[in-house]
């Protein structure tokens, strides 16, 4: 059986920064669950799985448009210590849920604290930066007709309701 749309995937992977720093791994725990075609994984590396099938193993580099968007600088931002009621400690590094110019919600991450100033950035953490993937397709299954209307995978290594 081939990836192709609708089809529920199952992949170990580790992924690097081009330092070769491994950010995030599958090893020591389930393989990553995801279904083709739904937008769960980044569209770099949705593209690359596409055709392969049970066993394959490869080695995909994604460009930044194809994987969290290029940095923004306009997504950074200073605001005011107050803006932050009911939090008694900031720290660096913090994430809060914030609406985006657009109206919709994003996740904002607290880059610098100077007195009454929190500078603040809605950047994906890994925008801007080319994401390096080593992948082997563990397993590849017809998606139910339930995972499909959710867009998700369920059960095991997927999304639990």
Do not use: C, W
């Not at 306009?74 to 005011?80: G, H, Q």
């Not at 299954?141 to 209307?149: G, K, L, N, V």
């Amino acid at each position: 059986m081939l990836i192709a749309a609708n089809k529920a995937v199952s992949i170990d992977y580790t992924l690097t920064n081009d330092a070769g720093e491994v950010i995030d791994s599958s090893a020591g725990g389930a393989p990553l669950v995801y279904l083709q075609g739904a937008g769960n994984i980044i569209p770099g590396l949705e593209k690359a799985l596409e055709g392969k099938t049970v066993g394959d193993e490869l080695k995909v580099a994604v460009e930044p448009e194809d994987a969290y968007g290029e940095y923004a600088a306009e997504l950074v931002s200073t605001l005011s210590r107050s803006m932050f009621e009911g939090v008694d400690e900031l720290e660096v590094g913090m994430q809060f849920h914030a609406s985006a110019p657009d109206g919709q919600m994003q996740i904002v991450t607290i880059r610098d604290l100077d007195g009454d100033d929190v500078t603040v950035d809605g950047n994906h953490p890994l925008a801007g930066q080319r994401l390096n993937f080593e992948v082997k397709i563990v397993g590849i299954r017809d998606a139910s007709q339930e995972e499909i209307a959710h867009g998700h995978v369920h059960g095991e290594g997927g999304h639990q309701h």
